[in-house]
């Protein structure tokens, strides 16, 4: 059964790190665009960032760029999300998925984990 699993979640100080992952089983993730999303508390779900499988092209949302970082580990089938620097406003569950493409339309998505928590605060 083709599976998303987030996982690297947790409770950091502001201005720490963490590493989320986004592996894949049942399915090769690196036919794929792989999209992080995340969701805080009271607001909508936005695009954290997405690599693209074509090309390798990734794109970040603008509050994160030069903060955090998308990597593909094809031989692990995985997916990563290095997040720097983190801030209070990172706080949010964040998601990987799947598209044929890097977009700003969502509704494009379709396997999609579960989410893995990230609490940023002092």
């Known amino acids: 059964q083709a599976q998303l699993v987030e996982s690297g979640g947790g409770l950091v100080q502001p201005g720490g790190s963490l590493r989320l992952s986004c592996a894949a089983s049942g399915f090769t993730l690196e036919h794929y665009a792989i999209g992080w999303f995340r969701q805080a508390p009271g607001k909508e779900r936005e695009g954290v960032g997405c690599?693209?499988?074509?090309?390798?092209?990734?794109y970040y949302l603008d509050s994160v760029k030069g903060r955090f970082a998308i990597s593909r580990d094809n031989a692990k089938n995985t997916v990563y999300l290095q997040m720097n620097s983190l801030k209070p406003e990172d706080t949010a569950v964040y998601y990987c998925?799947?598209?044929?493409?890097?977009?700003?339309?969502?509704?494009?998505?379709?396997?999609w984990g579960q989410g893995t928590q990230v609490t940023v605060s002092s």
């Open positions: 690599v693209t499988n074509s090309d390798g092209k990734i």
């Open positions: 998925a799947t598209a044929s493409l890097c977009t700003d339309y969502e509704g494009i998505f379709g396997s």
